[in-house]
């Protein structure tokens, strides 16, 4: 079966844009996660959706935002970017206690 | 506070050693995961141990936990060169679908 799906997988856009990440999960995965990956701050999470509803929020600024769509799929939009952005963006999805399957992510770059 | 905290360290090895690797976390969990990462591509799932789990195998791996010391270890067995990754343990705490990863543990296995 198809795992999960991120596109694109590379983006460079310039300080002040702003950027839309998508990320399709297996199916029949409700819980869809987001996390940032980067050298200093390592793996950090930035939210969790299940049938559309935003359960968990982590601890970044509200320029981060997220949804997701009836059908699971997910997006997070950063707005207003800042070089401090750049990052691998990692999108997972899960059923409950079985443990969470990634996709390839996204390699954002802020210039 | 992160949880899920890898011994710092750097293991290279030959082809054929074992591999072990550390883990420490701070709170009481649900579980334990261990993912491997290769060249900063997207995480994969590896073994999920629960908190009422002392010890787990799957393949040439082994997992073991001590919720008494809030620690667990990851045994790779007869290792290779396809092993070479980082590696990384995160806690869900709480049950609230979000991971909480450490820093990751870097291998290399020399053919």
């Known amino acids: 079966k198809a795992g999960v799906t991120q596109t694109p997988r590379y983006l460079i856009k310039t300080r002040g844009q702003q950027v839309t990440l998508s990320c399709s999960p297996i199916?029949?995965?409700?819980?869809v996660s987001w996390y940032q990956q980067t050298p200093g701050q390592g793996l950090q999470f930035l939210f969790e959706?299940?049938?559309?509803?935003?359960?968990n929020k982590g601890n970044f600024p509200g320029r981060f935002s997220g949804r997701q769509f009836s059908n699971s799929r997910s997006e997070m939009n950063v707005s207003t970017l800042e070089l401090g952005d750049s990052a691998l963006y990692l999108c997972?999805?899960?059923?409950?206690?079985?443990?969470?399957?990634f996709g390839s992510g996204t390699r954002l770059t802020v210039v | 506070s992160q949880q899920g905290e890898e011994d710092p360290q750097a293991l290279s090895i030959q082809e054929g050693e074992n591999a072990t690797m550390n883990c420490s976390y701070k709170?009481?969990?649900?579980?334990l995961q261990w993912y491997r990462q290769n060249s900063g591509r997207g995480l994969v799932h590896l073994i999920l141990?629960?908190?009422?789990?002392r010890e787990k195998h799957s393949g040439r791996l082994r997992v073991t936990l001590d919720t008494s010391k809030k620690s667990s270890s990851l045994l790779i067995t007869a290792s290779r060169a396809a092993d070479t990754a980082s590696y990384f343990c995160a806690t869900d705490a709480g049950g609230n679908n979000r991971l909480a990863f450490g820093k990751g543990n870097q291998v290399v296995v020399i053919p």
């Open positions: 199916s029949g995965h409700r819980s």
């Open positions: 959706y299940f049938s559309e509803t935003q359960r």
């Open positions: 997972a999805s899960s059923l409950v206690d079985y443990g969470y399957t």
């Open positions: 141990i629960r908190s009422n789990e």
């Open positions: 709170t009481s969990i649900n579980n």
